[in-house]
């Protein structure tokens, strides 16, 4: 190979790798547009600190949170802890997931919580494989650096990590006028836990109008019998006890 083909070669190699780079990278632009409507870092943390505050029958432990838009974009991710280290590493990614198929699977006029999901993905079930459409981007789930995640600049903002989780954690967002905005997940704690403290989240937000839903009150709450239902998690009492001081969801407020 010449000199100047050599240099061709490499320039073209340089060129394909950042653009490798590029796709992979986070677009506070595309995500600014997108999440415009949609909670901020500071907002998602302070609701989502709030929320684990209260009593939510898990093992009372540090939570991980995510908001996307209704395109599946990351909008914000936070933890509640101190430090990094104070929750679970991995909940940062199933938070994200979670917050994913709750906007997935929700509609202007009917919200699904990833805990309505868990019984009819089981074998024999309705929705038997759903868990293995829309698979988790492992590039943009691990990308660095580290010590950005949870921060305004973690790097899934303004990405699609994708990704379909079936237990609890997961919750639509919508506004007053019941437009569907995109969703929150959680995650952290025991799978009850986590949709106790996405509800309250939610909750905090002022983002829970939701229009109908498969669950327990004709919305998107958890249910431990019937035919949307997870299993209970740790202590069955307590946390049905939980499920009903949760706090009612809004009314749409009709546009004028």
């Not at 653009?19 to 870092?41: G, K, R, Y």
């Not at 006029?109 to 074998?123: D, E, F, R």
């Not at 989780?165 to 007053?176: I, K, P, Q, T």
């Not at 202590?235 to 939980?242: F, H, I, L, N, R």
């Given at each position: 190979m010449t000199?100047?083909t050599?240099?061709?070669?490499?320039?073209?190699a340089?060129?394909?790798?950042?653009a490798?780079?590029?796709?992979?990278?986070?677009?506070?632009?595309?995500?600014?547009?997108e999440c415009?409507?949609?909670?901020?870092?500071?907002?998602?943390?302070?609701?989502?600190?709030a929320?684990?505050?209260?009593?939510?029958a898990g093992?009372?432990?540090?939570m991980w949170?995510?908001v996307v838009?209704?395109?599946?974009?990351?909008?914000?991710?936070?933890?509640t802890?101190k430090?990094?280290?104070d929750?679970?590493?991995g909940?940062?990614?199933?938070?994200?997931?979670?917050a994913?198929?709750?906007?997935?699977f929700?509609?202007p006029g009917l919200a699904l919580?990833?805990a309505n999901?868990?019984?009819a993905?089981?074998?024999?079930?309705s929705?038997?494989?759903?868990q293995e459409?829309?698979?988790?981007?492992?590039a943009?789930a691990?990308?660095?650096?580290v010590?950005?995640?949870?921060?305004?600049?973690?790097?899934?903002?303004g990405q699609r990590?994708?990704?379909?989780?079936?237990?609890?954690?997961?919750?639509a967002?919508?506004?007053?006028?019941?437009t569907l905005?995109?969703?929150?997940?959680?995650?952290?704690?025991?799978s009850c836990?986590?949709?106790?403290i996405?509800?309250?989240t939610?909750?905090?937000l002022?983002?829970?109008h939701?229009?109908g839903?498969?669950?327990?009150g004709?919305?998107?709450?958890?249910?431990?019998?019937?035919?949307?239902?997870q299993?209970?998690?740790i202590?069955?009492d307590?946390?049905?006890a939980?499920v009903?001081?949760l706090?009612?969801?809004?009314i749409?407020?009709?546009s004028r």
């Amino acid at each position: 190979m010449t000199a100047p083909t050599r240099s061709v070669a490499l320039t073209i190699a340089a060129l394909l790798m950042s653009a490798s780079l590029t796709s992979h990278a986070a677009s506070p632009a595309a995500a600014s547009s997108e999440c415009v409507t949609l909670p901020t870092h500071a907002q998602l943390r302070d609701a989502l600190v709030a929320a684990r505050k209260a009593d939510n029958a898990g093992f009372n432990l540090d939570m991980w949170g995510a908001v996307v838009s209704r395109s599946g974009t990351v909008c914000a991710v936070a933890f509640t802890g101190k430090e990094l280290g104070d929750q679970w590493p991995g909940s940062r990614a199933i938070s994200a997931q979670k917050a994913y198929t709750a906007n997935a699977f929700s509609l202007p006029g009917l919200a699904l919580a990833t805990a309505n999901l868990y019984s009819a993905v089981q074998p024999g079930g309705s929705l038997f494989g759903l868990q293995e459409s829309n698979p988790v981007n492992a590039a943009v789930a691990m990308q660095g650096p580290v010590k950005t995640w949870g921060q305004p600049n973690d790097p899934l903002v303004g990405q699609r990590m994708g990704g379909i989780n079936v237990f609890g954690g997961g919750l639509a967002l919508y506004d007053r006028k019941g437009t569907l905005l995109g969703a929150v997940g959680v995650s952290g704690d025991s799978s009850c836990a986590d949709h106790a403290i996405a509800w309250r989240t939610r909750n905090n937000l002022k983002l829970d109008h939701v229009p109908g839903g498969v669950g327990p009150g004709g919305v998107d709450q958890i249910a431990y019998q019937g035919d949307w239902k997870q299993p209970h998690c740790i202590q069955a009492d307590q946390e049905d006890a939980v499920v009903r001081t949760l706090p009612a969801t809004r009314i749409k407020q009709m546009s004028r």
